[in-house]
């Protein structure tokens, strides 16, 4: 029997095609895992065939993934027609062009696949990498996917904080890397990644069913046959001399494409978690240079996984440098907004898209917020809708009894938070670091299951924040923080403070600057296709 393959160490999850119809066969009676840590699957399941070894013989390397199903009474023919259409689109590519990572890899195991022509040109699959010292600018590759905002603002956090930070040194560049870089179906990723979210049960399907390790493994190794040779274009195309990852499912492809062309120690790469305690299993890959973590649980979490204690820095979460800056007078920012400039205000805010019960808790606040007695309010709101214009439109429709402002997409969150005293929101990691940062307790009102199921403890045991999904409570508690219980506000915007790691991306792009000035030698690539 050959050797299965393409299971390994480096290996990672795809949401996709494979994992769907994987899960009718994974399970603990059907693989068993060899001495060398590859992954093998009896007869009648997932198998994966490739070959491995020396490549000096080789120039190329066809790996091939071939997926079958026992056939039983029970199974449908349904199911074995989409198994068997699975099988010849597979073969049918493999027949076609030479894919996975044998199509970029050359040379011996010793010279960790690149081959040297004698001249100091490195060559791989027509792809010169002229070794020379490094020239500035110096480049920085960013890769993110729009699974949610929060990957997004931490690559255009780190962006920002070269800018400032190094000025023309370096030349940044984001990236989409799956959307941008990868073919029909896995481009759709962020698009299945909303579907499966609003289907909160399906999210946790595929959240906590591809966390064990040999799942997401075999997974990634069957997806790469794919993608592999359009990411490595897609990596040389930015010419990049640090890679950033700021996503769980940008490690493993790049880092298996750098290693077969022997640029692991001529390229930095870098993972920065942005998840504040709860994570994915994916996040962490042994061969990044460094895994940037934002709290102590993610560094446990982080070695656990096998990575050294000199590859885990614990800095925070990157957020923008405009954070950082001297924030004005409040009554100043309250009159650039509308707001009144005496009232206590409560910033309720639901994403970029503006999701979640923000109506609700928003005319709940309306009523907890005006005291009959006195027949005037005792506080004020500040609304961010984000992209929901229908949302925005509704509210501003509204006879309100207390002073309202309703906003639709803002760029400039750091003075909504500055000019509000508390902030209600869903349990996503970016908010909760600006909210600290800016000394704002927070109010929960919603988790995303997985990665954001960790935040809600996070914030309630560290004495900054509560949590609720009632409208109504949620709405009391705001109206006691405005009256009796405004001592209780005052503490917990400490504890927020304490905790707080403002300077979080400029010692991540300063220990990234370091990182590249000890390598004195970096690659230039030419990428002829």
Request: positive net charge; glycine residues 10%; proline residues 4%.
């Given at each position: 029997m050959q050797n299965p393959s393409a299971v390994n160490q480096e290996s990672g999850p795809a949401f996709d095609l494979v994992t769907q119809l994987g899960h009718l066969a994974f399970n603990k009676s059907f693989y068993s895992l060899n001495s060398d840590g590859f992954c093998s699957f009896?007869?009648?399941?997932?198998?994966?065939?490739?070959?491995?070894?020396?490549?000096?013989?080789?120039?190329?390397?066809?790996?091939?993934?071939?997926?079958?199903?026992?056939?039983?009474?029970?199974?449908?023919?349904?199911?074995?027609?989409?198994?068997?259409?699975?099988?010849?689109?597979?073969?049918?590519?493999?027949?076609?062009?030479?894919?996975?990572?044998?199509?970029?890899?050359?040379?011996?195991?010793?010279?960790?696949?690149?081959?040297?022509?004698?001249?100091?040109?490195?060559?791989?699959?027509?792809?010169?990498?002229?070794?020379?010292?490094?020239?500035?600018?110096?480049?920085?590759?960013?890769?993110?996917?729009?699974?949610?905002?929060?990957?997004?603002?931490?690559?255009?956090?780190?962006?920002?904080?070269?800018?400032?930070?190094?000025?023309?040194?370096?030349?940044?560049?984001?990236?989409?890397?799956?959307?941008?870089?990868?073919?029909?179906?896995?481009?759709?990723?962020?698009?299945?990644?909303?579907?499966?979210?609003?289907?909160?049960?399906?999210?946790?399907?595929?959240?906590?069913?591809?966390?064990?390790?040999?799942?997401?493994?075999?997974?990634?190794?069957?997806?790469?046959?794919?993608?592999a040779r359009e990411v490595a274009k897609g990596l040389m195309k930015y010419q990049p001399d640090i890679i950033i990852s700021v996503h769980p499912l940008m490690q493993h492809v790049p880092l298996r494409i750098l290693r077969a062309k022997g640029l692991l120690k001529k390229i930095v790469f870098t993972t920065v978690v942005t998840d504040l305690s709860t994570c994915h299993p994916t996040w962490f890959h042994k061969l990044v240079t460094r895994c940037y973590c934002p709290t102590t649980d993610v560094a446990k979490r982080a070695l656990k996984a096998g990575l050294q204690p000199s590859q885990v820095k614990v800095y925070g979460l990157p957020i923008r440098p405009s954070f950082v800056k001297p924030i004005r007078p409040k009554i100043e920012l309250r009159r650039e907004l509308g707001m009144d400039e005496d009232l206590p205000a409560v910033l309720l805010m639901g994403g970029g898209e503006g999701m979640g019960p923000i109506e609700a808790t928003a005319r709940a606040l309306g009523d907890a917020l005006y005291d009959e007695n006195l027949g005037e309010p005792i506080g004020q709101i500040l609304v961010i809708c984000g992209r929901n214009k229908k949302l925005a439109s509704k509210l501003l429709s509204v006879d309100w009894k207390i002073p309202v402002q309703v906003k639709g997409f803002v760029t400039k969150m750091e003075e909504c938070m500055g000019a509000c005293d508390c902030i209600i929101t869903k349990a996503g990691p970016g908010t909760i670091a600006e909210a600290m940062i800016r000394g704002l307790p927070i109010i929960l009102n919603g988790y995303i299951a997985g990665q954001e199921v960790g935040n809600v403890p996070y914030v309630v045991e560290n004495g900054f924040g509560k949590f609720s999904k009632s409208p109504k409570e949620i709405a009391n508690i705001v109206a006691r923080w405005f009256g009796p219980k405004a001592d209780e506000l005052k503490a917990m915007s400490q504890n927020a403070l304490k905790l707080a790691r403002p300077d979080a991306v400029f010692k991540i792009v300063h220990d990234l600057h370091e990182l590249v000035r000890q390598r004195s030698f970096v690659p230039q690539y030419s990428c002829t296709t």
């Open positions: 009896k007869p009648n399941y997932m198998y994966f065939s490739g070959f491995r070894g020396s490549t000096q013989k080789r120039r190329r390397v066809i790996a091939a993934a071939s997926l079958t199903l026992g056939a039983r009474n029970s199974v449908s023919s349904s199911v074995r027609r989409i198994v068997s259409e699975f099988n010849r689109a597979i073969k049918f590519h493999c027949d076609r062009i030479p894919i996975g990572f044998a199509s970029v890899r050359v040379g011996s195991e010793d010279s960790n696949g690149a081959r040297e022509n004698g001249g100091g040109v490195l060559e791989v699959e027509g792809l010169p990498l002229n070794g020379v010292e490094a020239a500035t600018p110096k480049r920085v590759l960013i890769l993110m996917s729009d699974t949610g905002g929060g990957h997004r603002a931490s690559a255009e956090a780190i962006k920002a904080a070269f800018n400032e930070e190094f000025g023309d040194d370096y030349q940044v560049f984001v990236t989409d890397l799956w959307s941008d870089h990868t073919p029909w179906p896995f481009n759709q990723l962020p698009k299945s990644y909303n579907f499966l979210v609003k289907h909160g049960s399906l999210w946790k399907m595929t959240y906590y069913g591809s966390a064990p390790r040999v799942i997401h493994q075999t997974n990634f190794a069957a997806t790469s046959t794919f993608i």
